[in-house]
């Protein structure tokens, strides 16, 4: 079985630069969530699916964060304009029927 | 904002010592506590996960204890080896509006010493 695909692995930005990060759960898993892990802290969540629709995107700054998932599969998130303080792991994981989250390889972003 | 909070922050045994991670939440309204381990430039993976009909769950070495009433988990993990080495993160489903989003800890890093 594969595995949830994150692409790329690394993103290096300057401060004001868009970048894109996508997603490929495990096929059948309906839940999606994105996570960012800064250096030496734990996965804080972002943003939640259960197939295409939002179902928690309160820690997401809005102004600057977006993520989508419009045919209930792969997902996209995107940062508008980076900042420096968004240097950090971002991971997208999904869920199964028990509740076991798998997560990607997760992007490595630096903004510089 | 609900929280897990995790203890303590790092820890150092010796190989074949039981090493004790702590874990504690806010609320929550389902039961289910995974723990996830991540190695250095990789991604965290599941580890052991309780579901808390009875307050612990054993595998192999790897032990969960849960109290309900206090809202506190711990992981034993017995004759530490080098290899388990890395950092433990726990996690709760705490309550968000009608869900309940999986939330986690800082992490605790374990180091076993040969």
């Known amino acids: 079985e594969a595995g949830v695909t994150q692409s790329p692995r690394y993103a290096v930005l300057q401060e004001g630069q868009a970048v894109s990060f996508w997603c490929d759960p495990i096929?059948?898993?309906?839940?999606l969530y994105w996570y960012q892990q800064p250096r030496d802290q734990g996965p804080q969540l972002l943003v939640y699916f259960r197939d295409e629709a939002v179902i928690d995107n309160s820690q997401l700054p809005s102004d600057r964060f977006s993520a989508v998932r419009p045919k209930g599969t792969n997902s996209t998130l995107k940062i508008q304009s980076a900042k420096q303080g968004d240097t950090a792991t971002y991971l997208c994981?999904?869920?199964?029927?028990?509740?076991?989250?798998?997560f990607g390889h997760g992007t490595k972003l630096s903004v510089l | 904002q609900q929280q897990v909070r995790q203890s303590p922050q790092s820890l150092t045994v010796w190989e074949g010592e039981t090493a004790i991670l702590n874990c504690s939440y806010e609320d929550s309204t389902f039961d289910y506590f995974p723990w996830y381990w991540q190695f250095p430039r990789e991604s965290p993976a599941l580890l052991i996960a309780?579901?808390?009909?009875?307050n612990k769950k054993e595998d192999g070495r790897f032990t969960i204890f849960f109290n309900k009433r206090e809202k506190k988990l711990s992981l034993h993990i017995t004759d530490s080896q080098p290899g388990d080495s890395a950092t433990y993160f726990c996690?709760?489903?705490?309550?968000?509006?009608?869900?309940?989003?999986?939330?986690f800890g800082a992490g605790t890093r374990l180091a076993v010493c040969p």
């Open positions: 996690a709760a489903p705490l309550l968000s509006g009608s869900f309940n989003k999986l939330t």
């Open positions: 994981a999904s869920r199964d029927n028990n509740e076991r989250l798998f």
């Open positions: 309780i579901r808390p009909v009875s």
């Open positions: 096929s059948g898993h309906d839940t």
